[in-house]
């Protein structure tokens, strides 16, 4: 990293809640809350015009500006920390990595949606992560979280059938069943990897009717969770990252789901 400028100017600017400018944090009332904090930490950097070595407000000035938890923001600042836009300093505090105009997206710093290959690379990668986390919560996870993503999905089921029209959320049960594992390496590139799922497939979710097939998976995939089936849950989520399937969706015309 190159050396530090100086902070001066943008540490009195940032150093208490009162003194943090206006335009610079919003707070964040609904959507996914973890990134939609990147997204305003990212603003804000850019806003304030700080560059590589500038200070960041402390985590506090943060939750209260944005009214988020602490677990959403520091979600959030894993994000920024893996894909090189923020340093954390442990016992010093957080400083901008990157300058903003050499700012990608997080999926695209890791793929390239126009590669050769790219479906094939994105699903492999899927599997090797998605198979270890679901071992790993397996043997972790207590029942109780377990019978809280079982409700979640009850509810998924329950708003598809008054809702024909609903979308599903690309890998939001994957990212919580990863979430589950505690092992947040996991969990940060599974968010990498939804990202790039989204950049490849574009419009798939509105033009391609699996709703009820996928879910029906994922209950599968949970009952054996929840069962502490290891040797199970992985052969259905072998089954359900079938690479010939994703290549035929993403060829797919757009058509309604009967």
Known sequence: MTSRPSTEPHAAAVAAPSAAPDTGLRSITQGRVAERVVAEIRSYITTN???????????????????????????ALRVLTTIGLIEVRHGDGMYVAAPPETWTSSAAAIF??????????LVETRLGVELSATIAATMRASDEDLEQLHQVLEAEGARREDRPDYEWEPLAFELALVELSGNTWLYDIEVMLRDAWLQLSGGLRSS????????????????????????????LITAHLNLERFEHDLQARPRNEP
């Open 112 to 121: 390239d949606a126009t590669e050769e290959h790219a479906l094939r690379n």
């Open 49 to 75: 015009q700080l560059l590589p070595g500038h200070r960041l407000p402390p985590e506090r000035v943060f939750i209260e500006r944005l009214g988020v938890g602490r677990s959403s923001l520091r979600e």
């Open 208 to 235: 391609v009717g699996r709703h009820r097939e996928w879910l029906s998976e994922h209950r599968a995939i949970l009952a054996s969770v929840r069962s502490r089936n290891i040797a199970q849950a992985q052969r």
